[in-house]
């Protein structure tokens, strides 16, 4: 039986292919700080995954350094937490392969990430079909119990229970089976046009960057023509949503209670988001300029964890090695 006290495994990927938005915050970030107090939380930067979108080196390169600042800023703290790139744990690479072996062409054919880019008209690389393997690797290779996502990942965990499960069930109890995590009001945070936030989409309000650029793209957040006399139901509208995310209670049922009288502006509700969303980030924004200054700390901070991390997935790929007969 599980022991209750002791602290569980959490573990989650962040890709480094651009600046994050409130929708990684939201979904996924907020999530990790939050576990890092009561669990052994590992955190990492899928800087491997990014490679099937970025094919720039000093542009990776970059945005890992800038992915692991954002990180910092947030609250992920080093004391509590292991903070490491994806690629500094190669034993990850190698077990990918491993589970590769045993995963049906079907089950990764009917992964929607990689339907959705092949519908857009993105090339398709082996490493882009392969994604999947490579996150059920990051997440088998540390006996991760709890992935703290976004709605848009469950299906990878899934993914990631199938995978364990057959390779469990050919060659023995190897791997730990993990649950997603995702939060109920914040799984889909909606982007600037209504649909779900992404870098891929160009919908994106980011965290950090110029205070006056983010305002003028909350201003033009897409809304609908209808009469400002109207009432509206803030249920389901993107503009109550993206407000509920700062709001605390009694302000989400203040601006509720403005919907379902009517006569009010969408561009009113724009400069609320702008307000309670600058008040929400500033001390982040501001511990990030000071960590720019400090960026030997950074590099310790990931180097730290990369040891961590490679003690730990040494361990379970050997295991993983034995039970298979390749040692
Ligand atoms: P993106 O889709 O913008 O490229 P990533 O794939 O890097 O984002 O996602 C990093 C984390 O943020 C994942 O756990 C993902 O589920 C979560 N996430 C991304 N977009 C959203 C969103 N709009 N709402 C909630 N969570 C999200
Ligand atoms: N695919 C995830 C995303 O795009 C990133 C990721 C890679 C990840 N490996 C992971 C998330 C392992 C959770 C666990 O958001």
């Known amino acids: 039986m599980a022991d209750a006290a002791k602290p569980k495994r959490v573990l989650s990927g962040i890709q480094p292919t651009g600046r994050p938005h409130w929708g990684n915050y939201f979904g996924a970030i907020r999530q990790y700080i939050d576990l890092q107090e009561q669990n052994d939380g590992f955190y990492f930067i899928a800087n491997l995954h990014a490679l099937t979108t970025i094919r720039d080196a000093d542009q990776l390169r970059q945005n890992v350094l800038d992915i692991a600042l954002d990180l910092l800023a947030l609250g992920l703290d080093p004391d509590k937490a292991t903070l490491f790139v994806q690629s500094d744990v190669p034993e990850v690479s190698e077990l990918c392969w491993v589970l590769l072996s045993g995963t049906p062409m079907g089950l990764l054919q009917r992964c929607v990430a990689y339907k959705e880019k092949v519908d857009k ?11 999947p393997v490579l996150q059920a690797a990051d997440i088998l290779a540390y006996d991760s119990e709890l992935v703290p996502v976004g709605a848009d990942q469950v299906q990878h965990i899934e993914v990631c229970r199938d995978v364990a499960g057959r390779f469990n069930h050919q060659f023995g109890d190897t791997f730990v089976m993990p649950k997603a995590n995702v939060l109920d009001d914040s799984a889909k945070v909606p982007g600037t046009d209504g649909e779900k936030m992404s870098k891929s989409y160009d919908n994106v309000l980011p965290l950090f960057g110029e205070v006056k650029k983010i305002r003028k793209q909350i201003m033009r957040i897409t809304t609908d023509s209808r009469p400002m006399e109207d009432p509206k139901q803030p249920q389901g509208d993107h503009l109550y949503d993206l407000y509920s995310l700062f709001a605390d209670a009694g302000k989400r049922e203040e601006m509720a209670a403005m919907y379902l009288r009517g006569g009010f502006g969408y561009g ?22 000071d960590l720019e200054q400090n960026l030997d700390h950074v590099h310790a901070v990931l180097q730290a964890g990369a040891e961590r991390a490679r003690n730990v997935a040494a361990g379970v790929l050997l295991r993983a090695q034995q039970a298979c007969g390749l040692k």
């Open 121 to 131: 008209g993105i090339p398709a690389d082996a490493g882009l079909f392969t994604y």
């Open 268 to 289: 009113e509700v724009k400069k609320a988001i702008a307000e309670e969303s600058e008040a929400y980030f500033a001390d982040a924004r501001a511990r990030r300029v």
